[in-house]
């Protein structure tokens, strides 16, 4: 998947349908074509829902649930998801930039065509999660767990991973040569399947004699 800039509201294919939306969201709604712009959902029941073709700005979503969700060509901006359970969603086409996720639940959900721009990831559990042509430029992942994650064709462009768990996962086409830290705190045996450059192999290397029960002295 190619990536450029992030997109601006005015340039999305669908901007010229987008509608303000007023009100609170429910269970299985189903919202489509509509501005989220300025809004706080704190608490907010809305599992299953369906987000297609809208647009977040500025929206804050704090101890809510949305599990089972749908995100299918949305576009975010400046969004602050905090304690949040986004169990099981699916986000497909989508584009995120500038947002903030702490301590939130992704376990068990698809992401598909996805990219995220200058996000921040803290806490975040992806656990059992399929990320299939998944990009973050430039973020920040860290105590993110990948465990039993399936990853394909994913790129860390000029992203940090700082105690970044992949216990279990798998990786076909991971290109992590781009990422400017690596910082691994375990799951060390689950990167084949991954691409690194020859200096994030010697960060590294620590790790990996340590996994395959390497002692290294010098006397």
Same mark, same amino acid.
């Given at each position: 998947?190619?990536?450029?800039?992030?997109?601006?509201?005015?340039?999305?294919?669908?901007?010229?349908?987008?509608?303000?939306?007023?009100g *609170?969201? *429910? $269970? &299985?709604?189903?919202? *489509?074509?509509?501005h989220?712009?300025?809004?706080?959902?704190?608490?907010?029941? +809305?599992? =299953?829902?369906?987000? =297609?073709?809208s647009?977040?700005?500025?929206?804050?979503?704090?101890?809510?649930?949305?599990?089972? =969700?749908?995100?299918?060509?949305?576009?975010?901006?400046?969004?602050?998801?905090?304690?949040?359970?986004?169990? *099981?969603?699916?986000?497909?086409?989508?584009?995120? @930039?500038?947002?903030?996720?702490?301590?939130?639940?992704?376990?068990g959900?698809?992401?598909?065509?996805t990219?995220?721009? $200058?996000?921040?990831f803290?806490s975040?559990?992806?656990?059992? @999660?399929?990320?299939?042509?998944?990009?973050?430029?430039?973020?920040?992942?860290?105590?993110?767990?990948f465990?039993?994650?399936?990853? &394909?064709d994913?790129?860390?462009?000029?992203? @940090?991973?700082?105690?970044?768990?992949?216990?279990? &996962?798998? %990786?076909t086409?991971?290109? %992590?040569?781009?990422? @400017?830290?690596?910082?691994?705190? =375990?799951?060390?045996g689950?990167?084949?399947? +991954?691409?690194?450059?020859?200096?994030q192999?010697?960060?590294l290397a620590?790790?990996?004699?340590?996994?395959?029960?390497l002692?290294?002295?010098?006397?």
């Amino acid at each position: 998947m190619r990536v450029g800039a992030p997109h601006d509201l005015a340039a999305l294919p669908y901007a010229h349908r987008l509608e303000p939306f007023a009100g *609170e969201l *429910e $269970q &299985a709604g189903t919202y *489509e074509w509509l501005h989220f712009d300025g809004s706080a959902f704190q608490g907010a029941e +809305a599992g =299953s829902a369906l987000f =297609s073709e809208s647009a977040f700005s500025s929206v804050t979503f704090e101890h809510g649930r949305l599990r089972h =969700s749908r995100f299918d060509e949305v576009w975010l901006h400046t969004v602050r998801v905090v304690g949040t359970n986004l169990a *099981e969603t699916t986000w497909l086409d989508s584009e995120c @930039t500038a947002g903030i996720f702490a301590g939130v639940e992704m376990h068990g959900g698809e992401m598909r065509r996805t990219v995220f721009h $200058q996000c921040k990831f803290d806490s975040v559990n992806l656990r059992a @999660t399929t990320l299939k042509d998944v990009v973050f430029v430039d973020c920040l992942l860290r105590d993110v767990d990948f465990g039993g994650a399936a990853l &394909a064709d994913v790129r860390f462009p000029g992203s @940090t991973l700082d105690r970044a768990r992949f216990d279990k &996962a798998t %990786l076909t086409r991971v290109d %992590l040569r781009e990422a @400017t830290a690596l910082g691994i705190a =375990s799951g060390i045996g689950s990167l084949n399947g +991954a691409t690194i450059s020859t200096a994030q192999l010697f960060d590294l290397a620590p790790v990996l004699a340590q996994h395959v029960g390497l002692t290294v002295k010098d006397d």
